[in-house]
């Protein structure tokens, strides 16, 4: 029988096995009294196998049997879930999620995996003769109940195999449950992104379609327009919803990889994560989830100190990193907390001017701020030695370009001596986006909304000079301004001391704005990659079609500014 139609729904269902042992795994081993727990680890297991079986994956089915037979062990309390024992269920999980992949991909990966299948039974057979072994004591028990006398030792009563659960039986033929059901099916992601695509060029058609009518004057086409809107929003909304994935799709390999590096250094470290039910867009999340991996490493190595610094400081000899997602609105918040030695940020200045990254004058003018976000320039590194988990100067500068390439913002807070913080602040979506188009000189170009914090129109007598540095204090806050002709490399706007300018103030980690000449629209803008030689482009993020089918630039406020 030909077993490759149902390939992809094997990947799929076992790769939510997998997942689900890194999470339970972590959670016994913090508390190993829930027997809950082992039992739904076990369950994962055995499923795993049936699965691998029907489908002839063979050294699936023997690294889940090992695993199988491992946590019967712990379930019957013959043997406990030590952090050795622990660890190799963990790269027994590691090992079946790239095969699991090698399936996906229709290879075969070559990997041995005899050893691995040794060990976990090995590990299982001496559980079972520690427990053989510890029976003899329960002799004196047996013989006190022979006189009428009865003695009971903690835990006797499990080394006796009398009341082991017996295995899961599995019945020989499927039977529907009421709890079946076809209301949910599984789409292709390459299917659902070419349903993003046809949205977007209908959203781009309907204001082509919207400029001829104004042409044309053709007022009895208006409410057929206004329809056509109103169904290709709600198209719009139906195609995002079937691309929303909750956080937790990514979530899973974030305790496990605080829980290793903190062993790997010697460091007491608990992990707490909340909102992982927040919902992102498929794209996003395959984006933004190495960069949260930089950042959680970066915590553990450079963040967290170690227990007898911790100690020495005042603090518990256990730290606390925190990962958090929060939804508002149409955009999420991911923030990363440690409670470490934080940054010194004219440590941070001292180091980008012997690095050569920034002048001394630069240094000087400096917020504490911008020298946080120093780290995120290439080549920067606060580390005093190279380790295998950070210190080579790369990571967060990858982190900030990406977060704006999705057309979000990374802020950086940090405090000496209580720890930092890293926020991610993000479009639920970026494929089609609300945008800012604004226009210097002949070039029209779209900010994206989610870095616009407000609009407002200054005399030009208004904007003065600090530090050599245009400045102007709308709203009594001193902000910077960059003319956005001048980051465009346009001639210079003809003075004029009455004329009112337009600035848009954007929010790229620190509050920044743009004199611009005029603002155009706002309007929903469906943004199209760019590709070489445009790629190369700096300050620009991606492009969009107008309604009269012009290009326009979809701006990177960072890159720009």
């Known amino acids: 029988m030909d077993m490759s139609p149902y390939r992809d729904l094997f990947v799929s269902e076992s790769r939510l096995h997998i997942a689900a042992f890194g999470e339970l795994i972590l959670r016994f081993e913090d508390s190993p009294g829930e027997s809950a727990v082992i039992d739904e680890l076990f369950r994962h297991a055995h499923s795993l196998k049936g699965m691998a079986a029907t489908m002839g994956f063979e050294q699936i089915v023997a690294i889940a049997h090992g695993m199988e037979d491992l946590l019967s062990k712990v379930r019957s309390k013959e043997a406990m879930l030590l952090p050795d024992l622990a660890d190799l269920l963990l790269e027994g999980s590691d090992t079946l999620a790239r095969l699991a992949s090698g399936v996906e991909a229709g290879t075969d990966t070559g990997e041995d995996t005899t050893e691995l ?15 053989a072994s510890s029976s ?21 009563a499990l080394n006796t195999g009398a009341n082991i659960p017996p295995e899961p039986s599995v019945s020989s033929s499927h039977q529907f449950r009421q709890a079946d059901s076809f209301k949910s099916i599984r789409i292709k992601t390459e299917t659902l992104d070419h349903l993003v695509n046809i949205t977007g060029e209908l959203i781009t058609n309907r204001y082509r379609l919207t400029e001829a009518v104004r042409l044309t004057d053709a007022a009895e086409s208006q409410e057929a327009l206004h329809q056509l809107s109103t169904l290709l929003r709600n198209l719009r909304d139906e195609v995002f919803k079937a691309r929303m994935l909750p956080f937790a799709f990514i979530a899973e390999r974030f305790p496990r990889l605080v829980r290793d590096l903190a062993r790997k250094q010697g460091k007491e470290i608990v992990f707490q994560l909340s909102g992982k039910e927040i919902e992102l867009d498929r794209g996003i999340l395959e984006d933004i989830a190495e960069p949260i991996v930089h950042i959680l490493r970066n915590a553990v190595d450079h963040g967290m100190e170690s227990p007898d610094e911790r100690v ?40 980008g001017v012997e690095k050569g990254l920034i002048s001394r004058e630069q240094s000087a003018e400096m917020t504490p701020q911008e020298a946080y976000q120093l780290i995120c320039l290439p080549g920067f590194s606060t580390a005093e030695t190279v380790t295998d988990i950070s210190g080579r100067g790369v990571g967060m500068d990858a982190v900030r370009e990406t977060v704006q390439s999705l057309a979000g913002v990374l802020t950086i807070q940090s405090q000496r001596g209580h720890g930092s913080r890293f926020v991610m602040r993000l479009p639920i979506t970026v494929s089609i986006i609300p945008a800012l188009i604004v226009q210097s000189g002949p070039i029209e170009i779209a900010f994206p909304l989610n870095t616009v914090s407000r609009t407002v129109e200054l005399e030009s007598s208004a904007i003065t000079c600090e530090s050599g540095r245009p400045t102007a204090i709308p709203g009594e806050t001193s902000l910077p301004i960059r003319s956005l002709r001048q980051a465009l490399n346009l001639p210079a706007a003809p003075n004029s001391e009455t004329a009112l300018q337009p600035v848009i103030v954007c929010d790229i980690g620190q509050m920044l704005a743009f004199s611009v000449d005029r603002i155009v629209s706002q309007q929903e803008i469906f943004i199209r990659p760019l590709r070489s030689p445009l790629s190369h482009l700096r300050g620009v993020s991606g492009a969009t079609l107008t309604g009269d089918g012009r290009v326009l630039f979809v701006a990177d406020a960072g890159a720009l500014a």
């Open 117 to 131: 299948v040794e060990r976990l039974a090995l590990s299982a057979s001496l559980s079972a003769s520690l427990s």
């Open 136 to 156: 003899a004591s329960s002799s004196a028990s047996s013989s006190a109940a022979a006189t009428g006398t009865q003695t009971q030792y903690p835990g006797t």
């Open 312 to 351: 020495l400081a005042g603090k518990p000899r256990s730290g606390t990193i925190t990962l958090t997602v929060r939804r508002d609105k149409d955009h999420v918040e991911i923030s990363i907390d440690d409670g470490g030695r934080g940054m010194d940020p004219e440590r941070l200045k001292r180091q």
